[in-house]
């Protein structure tokens, strides 16, 4: 089945614009649909210093399904660079298939549609630092932050099981991996997830 806003096939450099609410809405909707908890990927990874760039970092720990959204998204070269400054929430391979299930897309027809993949990373990027003692404890609420979307934001909190996890619009995720998040990748950090965090954009 093919959703309203999917390409029937590849597109010719599509503008990156904030797609309409319902395309995200429909996403959301698909999502909750899901169902059944994603298998985490074995991350071997060091605290600190963990690779010269955000995307060496995320070669380095395995992330090969993020690495085709960041090369579909045009980000590479954003993600190489050694002077910015963010937090990539950076879903695990298990993470990106149940995506494209849940779009019910193949997964070369879903990178195929730039626009998308480049909101996604726009929206599991946040342009501060922000390492895990930075979140709330349990039972103390949630940070929010901002996200490379403007006006979109994300709610750093910590689960009723003593996890840490992230807030979206439609869905969590919530960091995994022994040790798979406090990444340091030049100036910015990793933390691998268990999701793929969906956007949606503000209502007009």
Aim: hydrophobic share 45%.
């Amino acid at each position: 089945m093919r959703l309203p806003w999917a390409p029937a096939g590849p597109t010719s450099s599509p503008q990156v614009n904030m797609p309409a609410a319902r395309t995200w809405l429909a996403l959301g909707c698909l999502l909750a649909l899901a169902s059944g908890a994603l298998a985490e990927d074995t991350v071997s990874a060091a605290a600190a210093k963990y690779g010269p760039t955000v995307y060496d970092c995320l070669r380095k720990a395995g992330l090969t399904s993020l690495i085709k959204i960041v090369d579909a998204a045009g980000m590479k070269s954003y993600f190489s660079t050694t002077y910015q400054i963010n937090s990539l929430f950076a879903p695990n391979n298990a993470a990106v298939a149940q995506l494209y299930r849940t779009l019910q897309l193949p997964e070369q027809t879903a990178l195929a549609n730039k626009r998308l993949m480049l909101q996604l990373l726009k929206y599991n990027t946040i342009p501060y630092v922000r390492r895990t003692p930075y979140w709330p404890t349990k039972g103390n609420g949630f940070k929010k932050q901002k996200t490379l979307i403007p006006g979109m934001m994300l709610r750093l909190y910590t689960t009723s099981a003593g996890r840490l996890a992230v807030s979206g619009f439609a869905n969590n995720a919530t960091l995994i991996g022994k040790p798979g998040y406090n990444l340091v990748c030049a100036r910015s950090v990793v933390h691998v997830t268990d999701g793929v965090l969906l956007p949606i954009e503000p209502a007009m």
